[in-house]
């Protein structure tokens, strides 16, 4: 893997009161080869949910900034049964210069063919899977995303050009059905 932007670290978000989320994503991650050892973060119990998300988020930014890669992974991720041999793929192609790299995602409008297993998307949303490089989460810890949120702030500085994003191609990562989800739907 030299020379790849291979992650240094895998960190795996999870509200203590889901241990059941908690259990199926280590079992899901541990079956991937070569994946860095999963650290399991705390997330933050906010009543509005998608304010703990974010203040997750950049919990963990703050605590692994001396990281190069940071994989992100929040509870209810469902890999791909061959996520560490795609993401290789994908890292190969990889500009020295992304900010992030989404293994998983949604897409509200077309995004352009970057390369064999890259797409540079306009707009893209989701944080159930991604990677961040130092300088990523250096712009993400700047940003002023407290009236969207994290997965429609990453969204924005995107759209805006801002970050440089990358999502692999087909997708390496989605959620798991039936897993729930904490965040309620709100307006922005």
């Known amino acids: 893997m030299s020379g790849l932007p291979f992650p240094d670290k895998c960190v795996l978000i999870n509200l203590r009161k889901r241990r059941d989320r908690l259990e199926e994503s280590l079992r899901l ?6 994946l860095p050892p ?16 974010l203040q997750s988020h950049l919990q963990i930014y703050r605590r692994n900034i001396d990281h190069r890669h940071l994989l992100v992974f929040e509870d209810d991720i469902l890999p791909t049964p061959h996520l560490a041999h795609q993401l290789v793929r994908c890292l190969e192609e990889l ?4 900010d992030i790299l989404f293994l998983g995602y949604q897409l509200p409008n077309a995004p352009t063919r970057y390369s064999r297993h890259l797409l540079k998307p306009r707009l893209v949303w989701r944080t159930h899977a991604y990677m961040v490089s130092r300088r990523g989460m250096v712009k993400l810890l700047r ?4 009236r969207t949120g994290i997965s429609h702030g990453i969204g924005a500085l995107s759209a805006a050009g801002r ?4 999502c692999c191609h087909p997708r390496l990562a989605g959620t798991r059905p039936g897993a729930g989800s904490d965040i309620r739907p709100r307006s922005i």
């Open 29 to 34: 991650l541990s079956a991937q080869p070569w």
């Open 38 to 53: 999963v650290e399991v973060m705390p997330a933050i119990a906010s009543p509005c949910g998608w304010r703990g998300c």
């Open 95 to 98: 500009p020295a210069d992304y």
């Open 143 to 146: 940003a002023d995303m407290s």
């Open 163 to 166: 970050l440089a994003c990358y």
